[in-house]
């Protein structure tokens, strides 16, 4: 069993448009997380959610909306989508902050 | 800025050849932990080390923190081209920051 999954794995979509990435997570992990990572391979952490709480939001536009219905699921909403937006978004889970992470296969998003 | 920062950028080295790459950090941390993607692929934790250990082994992996140098470094002894993929140090905090990686080629 997969422990850290996304859907979809690719998502090619045109400027403007709205679209959502989902993450589920099968570790009992009470922590998730939603990372960037540009063409360069840095990865820049967007938000963390613990026990469904949001506690970390680093800058990010609000364009982007993290949602955890439950702590196993951690879906990212983009909204009017830009060229800018093009990178690779993982998702992470772990049992907490100084503890490691387990990262998903990651959604690689192309926007035209 | 990121918190961590790997040297060299890439490395390529013959199969059964050591790898070794290095990590520098600004501030002071509790842990610190190596990851490894391979290409088109998610990271994978390594090894965690914390600011109270000087050394870590797991398997061919020998990692040392320097706290008074704020440095670590990651060792793979006798490669193997499964081994080709980036490695990620990261710092803990109030988040984890990652550094640019060092992308490592073992040549067969």
């Known amino acids: 069993d997969t422990a850290v999954s996304q859907t979809p794995k690719y998502l090619v979509t045109q400027m403007g448009n709205d679209k959502s990435i989902k993450c589920e997570q099968n570790?009992?992990?009470?922590?998730m997380y939603w990372y960037k990572q540009d063409s360069k391979k840095f990865l820049k952490i967007m938000f963390s959610y613990n026990n469904k709480e949001l506690i970390i939001n680093e800058t990010v536009p609000n364009r982007f909306s993290p949602k955890s219905p439950d702590k196993a699921h951690l879906n990212l909403h983009i909204n009017s989508l830009e060229l800018g937006d093009s990178a690779v978004y993982f998702c992470a889970s772990g049992p907490g902050q100084q503890y490691e992470q387990y990262f998903g296969p990651g959604t690689r998003l192309t926007v035209t | 800025s990121q918190q961590g920062e790997e040297d060299p950028q890439a490395l390529s080295i013959q199969e059964g050849e050591n790898a070794t790459m290095n990590c520098s950090y600004k501030?002071?941390?509790?842990?610190l932990q190596w990851y490894r993607q391979n290409s088109g692929r998610g990271l994978v934790h390594l090894i965690l080390?914390?600011?109270?250990?000087r050394e870590k082994h797991s398997g061919r992996l020998r990692v040392t923190l320097d706290t008074s140098k704020k440095s670590s470094s990651l060792l793979i002894t006798a490669s193997r081209a499964a081994d080709t993929a980036s490695y990620f140090c990261a710092t803990d905090g109030y988040k984890l920051s990652f550094g640019a990686g060092t992308t490592v080629t073992v040549r067969a």
């Open positions: 501030t002071s941390i509790n842990n």
């Open positions: 080390i914390r600011s109270n250990e």
């Open positions: 570790l009992g992990h009470d922590t």
